[in-house]
């Protein structure tokens, strides 16, 4: 994809007073991604993206829209629309009348209004309610109308704020399916803001994680999950086991470091980080078993403190040596192959190709 | 934009309330100099005039007036707003508005009504003959029917003090309850039942935690009783006596039939303080509470 | 949904034998005054003080009194052009002071509460003083006699709108108004098709209330009414000085059904709206 990005987002701070809460971000949004701002509250991505929507102006830097410099540019004349987190429907018209809002306000026609909605209204599967008012829809629906209302109007981009946080759980894995199907269906690009990293991790193409007003990191799910960078990413996204560690030696394959806990490990790993501090393990890569020390290295004897039952998998709390590790087991048949109790004694072992290496 | 929100409301703040307020100000330190003519002298006599023991009197008076109306107020309003906010969603709609709706009569004909109410051969009297001669009546075999006298002595209550205050309780009742229903209307039922879950009694829990937390409608209501009250001078013109004069009649008087104008200016300001004085009181009683509360 | 019988529950109040009597009393000595002021206009004696019998005559002589229906006609137009005026300027100043920050904002707050706090009396008076000064009180005549009559109005009333319209903006979901720009609009049609429509409910409590404000005003009107202008309250009051007749009762019942009219229709304006939100 040699297109170029349709955002460019060039060192942009914003403050409050003295405090930034966006502190020199840089980015490129590409087209057609689905682009995910995830952070935890007070981390600045709600501010970048009303940045991006022209309700906030930059302190510094610049901002441009498909080339376009957005610094002049008012909020109802930038090529973007936004789905507020609280939908913002308008309570005192109908559902035909709030998708037509847009499209009556800049001078389109009647009948094309008419065709337009009509079409939006089928694009988000609303057929039936044209004429219902806002206080008659469920979140839901509410929620449809805010999308198709903004989709209505063929923007460059759409921004969404936090659109699945006030959705019920059933209701919210059916609406991650469905953003991501109207995003392919429609074909613009869509950036949405999150402090749920599931959401993001399963409806985003790309995903910047934010903390304190800048971006640490930015990648496509899988490798943010699998490659994190730093603790904080790693702790960030999904639950992780983290050891210190020390850099001991480079190599061409890999990397040699001096674990706490484990002694010397050769990493695999073909482009190491400038500096490490730690090493992380996912509790999925680390295996449980309750039979006697195993040969190879990467051992760790214990004892099981809790395990959490999730239905489809179960979260094991091991004890290690003042170390408290999470270890994940998925449950692939109905019988339990070897159960496991609290208190029984148990190793602990992983790969040294699934361990991660972090900076700081 | 701005502009056009602000100058229209602004400007008819500042040239038809601000300005004339001005004037009056500036006339306190007038002299009459013929039957229209006022020369500014920059004098105090007026000031000096307006606190004598005479007025000084009266306005104490008015003070004492106002102040008994909105305590018989406030007494007889809270329940009434109890009453209200704590019904069944449905009544409530009706029964606000059956307590607002005197308060859509003319000042006028409210106060004209008492006083067919209050008078010698009035409702009030006609209504405590009737429970006399029945008491009579019940009593009267006993033998005790001495003790109410020979004849019925209607209440004098109209008139006088009485009246007044009875006219201004009547009036201004509706401005009592209204603040007191808007707070207890906000009141977080459950910590009610907190009280009680606790042991409290009913009197216990209502004095502990519903009057505390309706302090502010309370404030809101006494101040909505009280200045207006202090200023009235209708009220004690129809219903008052020769001896019911307050400080509103005394200006109203200064204004029209007796001409001095400086006095009454003096006069209106210093109730004027005496308002700010009463609010400033209730800011301060506010900041203590939330730097307490 | 049946009522539930028995014992009331500790929290139901209302329910409580005392608490009703309490409510019926004070609502009897609400009413009971203005009610025998209504049935008296209907007694066929001069002194109206005991009951004679039943009579209209006395409504043929207000009607037939030319003075009081002037009077009445004046205080109509009065708070006809007050309300108008009132809520307009009221609802101007209350997005005013929602919508902005400025220098001096605390100080306009503070003179739109005047109004509202200060003794009647000496706002009262200082009209008078204002108006005699600028030469509108006396030897002018009418209609520009009542120009000081509804200046006032409109000057003690606008403040009570601008509250209430305040009271409702304060209410506003500023997520609406965003995601009208968003959408496309200007300030001006954002304005139009979303600020205003919810303003609506407050924009109408207020007009009704600057409408009663007039209707039942005394003490301003009393001031700023010349020898020429005859206002109804002004009316009634030197009617109740020369002593109380049927006469007074009949004009204030027409006066009170008058405004029991208006109240009636403003309730009905506002539930049309209501069941349209819920249709």
Redesign the interface.
């Known amino acids: 994809m040699n297109a170029p990005p349709i955002v460019r987002i060039e060192q942009v701070t914003k403050r409050f007073g003295s405090f930034a809460a966006v502190d020199a971000v840089s980015l490129a949004i590409p087209r057609n991604a689905f682009f995910a701002l995830l952070g935890p509250s007070g981390c600045g991505k709600t501010t970048l993206l009303r940045m991006l ?3 906030e102006q930059p302190s510094e830097g610049r901002i441009l829209i498909d080339g376009e410099e957005m610094a002049a540019v ?4 930038r090529p ?3 789905v ?3 939908y ?1 429907v ?3 018209m109908t559902v035909a009348e709030n998708i037509g ?2 499209l009556k ?2 001078g389109v026609p009647r009948p094309e209004i008419e065709r337009r909605v009509a079409e939006a209204v089928a694009m988000v599967r609303l057929q039936g309610f044209e004429e219902r ?1 806002p ?2 829809l469920s979140g839901g629906q509410k929620q449809r109308v ?1 999308l198709a ?2 989709l209505v ?1 063929k923007p460059k981009l759409l921004l969404l704020d936090e659109p699945l946080s006030a959705l019920d759980r059933k209701l919210r894995e059916e609406m991650q399916l469905e953003l991501v199907r109207l995003q392919h269906e429609v074909g613009i690009t869509f950036v949405i803001v999150t402090h749920d990293q599931d959401e993001a991790l399963s409806m985003a193409t790309h995903i910047a994680v934010m903390n304190r007003g800048r971006i640490l990191q930015i990648s496509d799910p899988r490798s943010l999950y699998e490659r994190p960078r730093t603790r904080f990413v790693a702790d960030f996204i999904g639950q992780v086991n983290v050891f210190d560690a020390r850099l001991l030696d480079r190599g061409e394959t890999g990397v040699r470091v001096m674990v706490e806990g484990l002694g010397e490990i050769e990493v695999p790993e073909r482009e190491p980080p400038a500096e490490v501090v730690a090493l992380a393990v996912r509790p999925e890569k680390m295996e449980v078993r309750t039979e006697g020390p195993q040969a190879g290295p990467l051992q760790l004897a214990g004892r099981i403190g809790q395990i959490a039952y999730f239905g489809d998998h179960s979260r094991i709390f091991v004890e290690c040596d003042g170390l408290r590790l999470i270890c994940i087991r998925h449950n692939r048949s109905r019988i339990e192959e070897t159960p496991l109790a609290e208190g029984m004694a148990c190793y602990v072992s992983f790969r040294p190709e699934d361990a991660v290496l972090l900076s700081s | 934009m701005f502009w056009t929100f602000l100058l229209p409301g602004g400007l008819w703040l500042l040239l038809f309330f601000l300005v004339p307020l001005a004037m009056v100000w500036v006339l306190a330190f007038g002299e009459r100099a013929g039957p229209v003519e006022i020369v500014i002298t920059w004098t105090l006599d007026n000031y000096r005039q307006a606190l004598e023991p005479i007025y000084l009197g009266l306005f104490w008076k008015s003070f004492w007036i106002a102040a008994l109306a909105t305590a018989v107020c406030l007494i007889v309003s809270f329940p009434v707003a109890l009453a209200v906010s704590f019904a069944p969603r449905r009544s409530k709609p009706l029964l606000l508005m059956l307590v607002i709706l005197p308060f859509w009569t003319n000042l006028l004909i409210r106060t004209y009504s008492m006083i067919a109410v209050l008078r010698t051969k009035g409702y009030l009297n006609y209504g405590l003959e009737y429970l006399w001669v029945a008491a009579k009546t019940i009593l009267a075999p006993l033998g005790l029917d001495d003790l109410l006298g020979e004849r019925f002595v209607p209440l004098s209550l109209l008139y006088n003090n009485t009246a007044v205050v009875f006219g201004i309780v009547y009036v201004y009742l509706p401005f009592m309850v209204l603040p007191l229903y808007a707070t207890l209307e906000k009141l977080d039922r459950s910590l009610i039942e907190a009280s009680l879950d606790l042991g409290a009694s009913q009197i216990r829990s209502f004095l502990s935690v519903t009057v505390p937390l309706a302090w502010p409608g309370i404030v809101s209501g006494i101040i909505l009783v009280f200045i207006p009250a202090l200023g009235t001078f209708l009220i004690s013109d129809l219903l008052g006596g020769p001896d019911s004069q307050l400080i509103g009649n005394v200006i109203e008087r200064q204004f029209k039939a007796a001409n001095n104008i400086p006095l009454g200016a003096a006069l209106s300001f210093l109730l004027l303080y005496l308002t700010f004085l009463v609010l400033a009181l209730r800011a301060w009683l506010a900041g203590r509470r939330a730097r307490h509360g | 949904m049946a009522e539930r019988r028995g014992a009331p529950g500790p929290l139901e109040y209302t329910r409580r034998l005392w608490l009703r009597a309490w409510l019926a009393a004070t609502f009897l000595f609400l009413y009971a005054p203005i009610v025998i002021l209504v049935i008296f206009s209907f007694n066929d004696s001069r002194r109206n003080i005991v009951w004679r019998g039943f009579t209209t005559k006395y409504y043929a002589k207000a009607i037939a009194n030319a003075s009081l229906i002037e009077a009445f006609t004046n205080s109509l137009i009065v708070a006809f052009i007050s309300t108008v005026v009132s809520t307009i300027l009221g609802t101007l100043l209350a997005m005013a002071l929602w919508r902005f920050r400025f220098p001096g904002k605390a100080a306009v707050e503070g003179a739109n509460a005047l109004p509202i706090v200060i003794p009647e009396i000496c706002m009262g008076v200082s009209l008078l003083v204002f108006f005699s000064r600028i030469g509108l009180m006396g030897g002018i005549s009418w209609p520009v006699s009542l120009t000081p009559v509804v200046i006032g109005h409109i000057a003690f009333s606008f403040p009570f709108v601008a509250v209430v319209v305040r009271a409702r903006l304060e209410g506003f979901d500023r997520s609406l108004e965003e995601a009208s720009k968003d959408l496309g609009a200007s300030e001006w049609q954002t304005l139009r098709h979303v600020l205003i429509p919810f303003m609506k409910p407050g924009i109408v409590a207020g007009a009704l209330l600057a409408m009663t404000l007039s209707l039942d005003d005394f003490v301003i009107t009393f001031f700023t009414s010349g020898p020429e202008t005859i206002t109804f309250p002004i009316k009634i009051y030197s009617m109740v000085r020369f002593g109380a007749t049927p006469e007074v009762n009949a004009a204030s019942t027409v006066l009170i059904a008058i405004t029991l009219l208006l109240t009636v229709i403003a309730m009905r304006l506002q539930t049309p709206v209501r069941e349209e939100e819920t249709r």
Do not use: C, E, I, L
């Open positions: 929507a022209g309700f008012p909020p109802n004349r973007v629309n936004m507020f987190q609280s913002a308008f309570p005192h809002y847009g306000v800049t008012r206080d008659q805010a209302r903004a109007k």
